[in-house]
């Protein structure tokens, strides 16, 4: 019995500190550690810390954006050195080449790079060839005739009808009918892409005049004559394309738009 109060007392003690502790509880939990000056010296050191790693951060990605520039710029300057030198390496075993051969040699080999050259869309290099062609025959009408038709699919159309009708002229003094027609063919559609459709039925007919029964002029009077809304033209036109090519597929698409003018 006596052995049970030391237990009984230390139970009371613990009852009355608990006690205490519970009606503090409620103190210490809106407790702002901001207002302690310990916790708040810390809370600065930490800010200014962290602060600093923030600047160094910066110079760094300021430093690896200025390497980044220059390295792209030094490639550039190495790729550009390399191709120049390139090109330099190839014209001289290129003239090496052509050292000793006739001109005409000398032309049908730069035809070829510049067959070569167009198939690989390098057009910029193939109207070079052209031009080399053209300074050693000034009268090349292969070359003149060639470079009409580069410009015209550069959309050069101004440069591409002045080159044509260059051509045009070279073929003419030859007495080239096949030369001839097909050149007007292609001023045609220069001039049908410069809306000058009266001008490009003109270069037609002169096409026409040296091949009559060429289904591509043929074709490309008929729709010249449906955008002039020229309903006989038209009509005749159509009948001939229909004499010489009755499977054109286009046949029956026309017949419907030339009804409707």
Request: overall charge neutral; aromatic content about 8%.
């Amino acid at each position: 019995m006596y052995n049970i109060w030391p237990l009984i007392i230390i139970l009371i003690s613990l009852l009355v500190v608990l006690f205490i502790v519970m009606r503090r509880f409620p103190a210490l939990a809106v407790l702002d550690v901001d207002n302690i000056p310990e916790e708040k010296e810390q809370q600065i050191k930490e800010k200014i810390i962290k602060s600093r790693i923030k600047r160094k951060f910066s110079y760094l990605d300021k430093f690896f954006a200025l390497v980044g520039r220059l390295f792209l710029k030094i490639s550039k300057y190495i790729w550009d050195s390399l191709d120049n030198f390139k090109k330099k390496q190839e014209k001289k075993i290129e003239s090496s080449m052509l050292s000793g051969v006739g001109e005409g040699e000398q032309l049908r080999f730069l035809f070829n790079q510049v067959e070569t050259l167009i198939k690989e869309e390098k057009l910029e290099e193939a109207e070079q060839k052209l031009i080399e062609m053209i300074s050693l025959d000034d009268k090349n009408l292969l070359a003149f005739s060639e470079l009409g038709k580069l410009y015209h699919f550069e959309g050069k159309l101004q440069e591409a009808r002045q080159t044509l009708l260059y051509a045009l002229k070279l073929a003419e003094v030859e007495n080239l009918k096949t030369d001839q027609a097909e050149l007007n063919y292609n001023l045609s559609l220069i001039a049908k892409d410069l809306k000058d459709i009266d001008g490009a039925i003109l270069s037609l007919l002169k096409a026409l005049d040296k091949d009559a029964k060429n289904p591509r002029y043929l074709d490309l009077m008929l729709d010249l004559c449906i955008i002039k809304k020229d309903k006989n033209l038209a009509l005749e036109y159509l009948v001939r394309i229909k004499e010489v090519n009755p499977e054109n597929q286009n046949i029956l698409e026309w017949e419907r738009e030339v009804g409707n003018l």
